[in-house]
């Protein structure tokens, strides 16, 4: 790579934020990040379907929309106690217990609505 | 060994003790708030309770689906009330689980029984949850402290006797354990105590209004956290579950709908979301990036994030998609605002400016601790102390817009009070635990590395007696017995204020030296480094311990005294002490609606001002047309209308809205000043407010005040309301030496004798005159009245 600029073209300095980003990152937190990736994504589609087509009905985008956030959310909690340090299995068990009624309270809340 | 029984360690012994202190909290919490259900019946008191106790009839006959989707069209006539959604439904479920829980162990309670005591119980779970906060923010000794406190203040007390059975007495509850698990949750950062607390929020919502504390409290405790610095993974974790999650949440309760992402009072809550996002993503970027490439990167994300919310917050408030601030709300962050443009919100007592009077009435020796509790939280400002600071800023400040939100102050007053007290206890108790001066002399005189240690500093006071230069005038002063205390310490007096640095420098070169020394001549008796360092003298340690005991028993005595005097009164029942002290009661309220209920058909109308609404359903079980719930402010004014206006005007307007008895509460007879003659002036501005043909100053006496007697105001002669209570006042002999017509509320002869009416007839006046019914008139086949 071609060392850049101080002047920062902002392509080149996103492609070396990659570099950096790509470098620094074990394999089970880029699987993480891959999820929320996908999970940011659904949530800017629901978010433009939305301002695009309308939010009838309210309660289905609500529950779509509140849940894409709520995944996205618990899974930076996730990705956020393993990179402190924390295996999965260290309070994992705890953490998991936690996590599937926090992950089902969000899931039941949003589709009862519709 | 006692019964052949281990003895139980200090440990074991303080959680023994502990739990008998909280269980006997919780029964001086409910047994304090049973005076009114002593000294009267088993009751529902006030206006409100009978509604929600109407409510909680109808889940618990009905069942749930009934109760979630009821319209009642016996209120509000003849618009009806969506019940189920406009209702916060919290205290009905609450009473009604009690209730069939109750009933399957057995005991066949009835329902108004547990409505009666719903709050005295959860007063006590609300002492327990206030010992948890505390526990959480400072130590289980303040928490203890904070218990007491809360179990007995009269701020809270006032709206949580036996038979106020209101919202606030399970949603205060509610707040407490909402809040000790966000603090837990932003302590441990463990996603089960933040799901705890949102479920915890859940209950909070559906129990009251007051919710829209809590969501914007929380936000902008975690803004003033991001601010201090303080930002960690615990508080991302927390509140980010809790937000998410509590919003989902409170979206399941009708009442708050899909206000709970659209309404300006939420707008707090979502920003800082946002915020904490973007705060979070900033630095999860900085991590791993070099400075130069994230200055030049990260400068741009949070212009871009800032920008798109400024342009989704300018356009959602501009098509109205964001609903503004509603009425209630924002005349607490404008206190003005009501009196000006909202007559019905201005009108409510309860929504009044606080007066330092209630402050000391509502909270006496609360007042001037909350202070000393704050000062405490910000020498040692940790995460958790950071809330109760912040929640008792937002309080202090939101209990002076409102008296109602006294209640809301009460909490936060009882646990910082808890922890200035605690922590001015530890202190000076520390000293008179100290071992006395001869003891430290004695130790002092075993340990040869005192010596050296005293002459580096001879001035210092923290180990007293080795201020003074050799051990024998330690001794010497042992043998004076008495005395000597006072003459030892007299010598370090002038040092007492400088003590503090000094002798913990005193007792850490002490340690140093005992750490170098040879430990086998350590004698038994403790060390002189083991002692904490003395920093104040033992009598003024005794005199502010014994102060703030006094305190203390004043504080009781003054909390029982106002709960039993001031706030244990029914409403429904009113009681004066008559001329040889005892107690008269009138129960003239009851009288009159038992009177509707049993001489009246079904589907009788009643109008009376909105006051009484809610007991008139409750009690006479008859239509009504307004009542409490103030949700329709126009049929409000409509009534308000037909009371000031004159007699064939508001006939008209009662024949419209179909209404068959007129109730008015007068007080002139027994002198009972809540009567609907002192309310008049609301009865004109809230329909002055809609209808631009009624001027208060109509109203008035020539020189603009308001009188009853002959120079009132011409429009005030000719109202509705003003005939219908003084109709037959004239020959009512009321004080002895005054002629008959004589108002004791207004203190003068009432103005008009002698009054005719056409469209209304006396149907009942109950045995004081205070609850009068008129029949409206209706005319014949024939046409004729």
Not at chain 1, 29 to 47: E, N, P, S
Not at chain 2, 572 to 584: F, M
Request: proline content about 4%; hydrophobic content about 45%; overall charge positive.
């Amino acid at each position: 790579m071609a060392p850049p600029s101080t002047t920062t073209a902002p392509r080149s300095t996103l492609v070396q934020l990659y570099d950096v980003y790509a470098a620094s990152t074990t394999p089970t937190l880029a699987l993480i990040d891959a999820y929320l990736a996908y999970v940011l994504a659904t949530g800017v589609i629901l978010f433009a379907y939305a301002i695009l087509v309308g939010t009838f009905p309210f309660n289905a985008f609500l529950g779509a929309f509140l849940s894409a956030v709520g995944s996205f959310v618990l899974g930076v909690g996730l990705r956020m106690q393993l990179a402190a340090g924390g295996v999965v299995g260290v309070g994992g068990a705890r953490a998991r217990c936690a996590r599937s009624p926090t992950g089902s309270c969000v899931t039941w809340c949003s589709t009862w609505r519709c | 060994m006692v019964l052949g029984l281990p003895m139980p360690s200090t440990k074991q012994q303080e959680v023994l003790l502990r739990s008998l202190i909280l269980s006997l909290i919780c029964v001086v919490a409910f047994s304090t708030r049973l005076f009114s259900v002593l000294r009267y019946e088993s009751i529902i008191h006030e206006f409100d309770p009978w509604f929600n106790f109407r409510a909680t009839k109808v889940l618990v006959e009905r069942g749930s689906y009934e109760f979630w989707n009821w319209f009642d069209g016996r209120s509000w006539y003849p618009l009806g009330r969506i019940v189920g959604g406009t209702v916060y439904p919290g205290i009905m479920y609450t009473a009604a689980t009690m209730y069939h829980a109750l009933h399957a162990l057995g005991f066949n309670v009835d329902i108004r029984d547990v409505c009666v005591l719903t709050a005295p119980i959860f007063s006590g779970l609300t002492a327990l949850a206030a010992y948890a906060l505390t526990q959480s923010v400072a130590d289980s000794s303040a928490g203890l402290l904070a218990a007491v406190f809360i179990s007995i203040v009269p701020g809270y007390i006032s709206r949580s006797v036996a038979g106020s059975y209101d919202n606030e007495g399970v949603a205060i509850t509610a707040l407490l354990v909402t809040f000790w698990l966000f603090v837990r949750a932003v302590q441990t950062g463990s996603l089960l105590a933040s799901l705890l607390a949102t479920l915890s929020y859940l209950y909070m919502v559906a129990a009251w209004g007051g919710y829209i504390f809590i969501i914007n409290l929380v936000p902008l405790y975690v803004l003033v956290m991001l601010a201090a610095g303080r930002y960690s993974r615990r508080l991302y974790i927390a509140y980010n579950t809790f937000y998410v999650l509590g919003t989902l949440l409170s979206m399941q309760i009708r009442f708050v709908g899909f206000n709970a992402v659209q309404s300006s009072e939420h707008l707090g809550a979502f920003g800082v979301f946002g915020l904490i996002n973007l705060y979070a993503a900033v630095g999860w970027v900085r991590s791993f990036t070099s400075e130069r490439v994230f200055r030049a990167v990260g400068r741009l994300l949070v212009l871009t994030a800032l920008v798109i919310a400024g342009v989704a917050a300018f356009f959602g408030t501009v098509t109205g998609f964001i609903g503004p601030w509603t009425g209630r709300f924002y005349s607490l962050l404008d206190p003005t605002y009501a009196s000006k443009n909202i007559p019905i919100i201005a009108s409510v007592s309860e929504h009044q400016p606080t007066a330092w009077g209630s402050y000391f009435f509502d909270l006496h020796a609360l007042t001037f601790l909350t202070p000393v509790g704050l000062y405490f939280c910000f020498r040692k400002p940790t995460d958790e102390n950071l809330f109760i600071i912040v929640y008792g800023a937002f309080a202090i400040y939101f209990s002076g817009v409102m008296v109602r939100l006294m209640l809301v102050l009460a909490p936060v007053a009882a646990i910082l009070s808890a922890i200035g007290v605690s922590a001015t206890l530890s202190t000076y108790m520390r000293v008179l635990r100290a071992p006395p001066a001869e003891v430290i002399a004695a130790i002092a005189a075993c340990e040869p590395s005192a010596a050296p240690a005293q002459e580096d500093d001879s001035a210092s006071a923290g180990v007293s007696p080795a201020s003074s230069t050799s051990p024998p005038s330690g001794l010497r002063h042992r043998g004076t017995g008495g005395g000597a205390q006072a003459a030892s310490s007299t010598s370090t007096t002038s040092t007492a204020g400088v003590s503090s640095k000094r002798s913990k420098a005193a007792s850490s070169q002490a340690r140093r030296r005992r750490g170098a020394e040879d430990s086998s001549s350590r004698p038994s008796p403790p060390s002189l480094a083991s002692l904490p360092p003395v920093t104040h003298r033992r009598d003024v340690a005794a005199i502010m311990v014994l102060g703030t005991l006094l305190l203390l028993v004043l504080y009781v005595r003054h909390c029982v005294w106002v709960t039993s005097e001031a706030y244990s009164s029914p409403s429904v029942v009113l009681s004066a002490r008559g001329r040889d002290g005892e107690r008269i009661f009138f129960d003239d309220f009851r009288e009159a609606y038992y009177w509707l209920r049993q001489n009246t058909p079904e589907d009788a109308k009643v109008m009376s001002w909105w006051d009484y609404g809610y007991q008139l359903s409750g009690m006479a079980n008859r239509t009504t047309i307004v009542d409490n719930n103030t949700w329709n402010n126009s049929h409000i004014a409509t009534v308000g209308r037909a009371m000031n206006a004159p007699e064939p005007q508001a006939y008209a307007i009662a024949r419209k809205l179909d209404v068959d008895y007129v109730l008015v509460i007068f007080g002139g007879v027994v002198g009972y000043s809540s009567d609907d003659i002192n309310k008049f002036l609301w009865m004109v501005r809230i329909p002055g407010s809609v209808d631009p043909s009624v001027h208060e100053r109509n109203y008035l006496s020539d020189v603009g005040s308001y009188v009853v007697d002959s120079r009132a105001g011409k429009a005030l002669k000719q109202s509705l309301l003003y005939k219908l209570c003084y109709y037959r006042f004239d020959e009512m002999m009321t004080v002895g030496g005054q002629e008959a017509g004589f108002d004791r509320v207004r203190n003068t002869m009432v103005g008009v004798k002698d009054i005719k009416l056409k469209y209304f007839e006396e149907a009942f006046t109950s045995e004081n005159w205070i609850v009068r019914l008129y029949r409206v008139k209706k005319a014949d086949d024939m046409g004729w009245m």
